[in-house]
């Protein structure tokens, strides 16, 4: 059975090309708009992973990170950010806040199924 990602990103097109990226990859996606469209998402069918976008309307990435990691049954989940951003303060913000990985747009697409083959296994 084929895992399940859930990409968070309030951009249409990248959101386009990471599901399209993972689908190719064997992956199921499930796209959100922002972090709470994501938070409800979660709850809402099973996820092994997170990849989130930091700079969203509604819920940011990184209170997005916080809000998965304060719940349980997610504490080991992997997350990744992939984000514009690339200071190491944000980085810092990202990791202590709870995520996994870090990646910066624009990515390439094998370098994504990468990280998603490593973290899931």
């Given at each position: 059975m084929p895992k399940t990602i859930l990409t968070a990103d309030d951009?249409?097109?990248?959101?386009?090309?990471?599901?399209?990226?993972?689908?190719?990859?064997g992956y199921d996606v499930v796209e959100?708009?922002?972090?709470?469209?994501a938070l409800?998402?979660?709850n809402g069918s099973p996820v092994n992973m997170l990849i989130?976008?930091?700079n969203m309307p509604n819920l940011d990435g990184?209170?997005?990170?916080?809000?998965?990691?304060?719940?349980?049954?997610?504490?080991?989940m992997p997350i990744i950010m992939l984000t514009t951003e690339s200071q190491d303060s944000k980085k810092q913000e990202g990791r202590a806040a709870g995520a996994t990985?870090?990646?910066v747009k624009p990515f390439k697409?094998?370098?994504?199924?990468?990280?998603?083959?490593?973290?899931?296994?």
């Open positions: 951009s249409a097109s990248v959101r386009q090309m990471v599901g399209f990226t993972l689908r190719e990859a959100a708009v922002d972090g709470r469209d409800g998402k979660l989130t976008d930091l990184i209170e997005l990170i916080r809000q998965v990691r304060a719940q349980p049954r997610f504490k080991f990985g870090w990646i697409p094998e370098q994504l199924v990468a990280v998603a083959k490593k973290v899931l296994g």
